[in-house]
């Protein structure tokens, strides 16, 4: 008689916890999951989702969707020893040599013949 009265009191919970999924999904198109995190760590993460999201659940899709689009790692060092960096600064610098050469340079060598041109029209008047 014990033994049956301890499993039923062991399956109350799950059907309580059943009960309150049910009535959250009712109230929410969404399903909810818990996780657990140090309460020093909860409390740095919510200061910080109310700065970038309206939600603790944006929050953590904005920040796992900008890991992903970055092809980055938590445990990625962003230094410059980075190879992937490297290549990135590498092709920053490639992309303004390539600017310097095809508009910056062509762009002052025209003004200055220009300038050179006024200044021998301005001796030939006077």
């Known amino acids: 008689m014990k033994a049956n009265a301890l499993q039923q009191n062991a399956l109350k919970p799950l059907k309580t916890g059943i009960y309150l999924q049910q009535k959250m999904t009712g109230y929410s198109k969404y399903s909810f999951s818990g996780i657990n995190v140090k309460k020093d760590v909860a409390i740095k993460f919510r200061k910080f ?71 021998l029209l301005r001796r030939n008047c006077l």
Request: a negative charge.
């Open 49 to 119: 989702s109310k700065q970038i999201s309206k939600s603790h659940t944006d929050a953590l899709e904005t920040m796992l969707h900008f890991f992903e689009r970055n092809d980055l790692s938590p445990d990625d060092d962003l230094g410059i020893n980075n190879n992937r960096t490297n290549k990135r600064i590498n092709a920053v610098i490639a992309i303004l040599k390539n600017i310097e050469k095809t508009q910056t340079k062509p762009t002052v060598a025209m003004l200055q013949s220009l300038f050179e041109q006024a200044d």
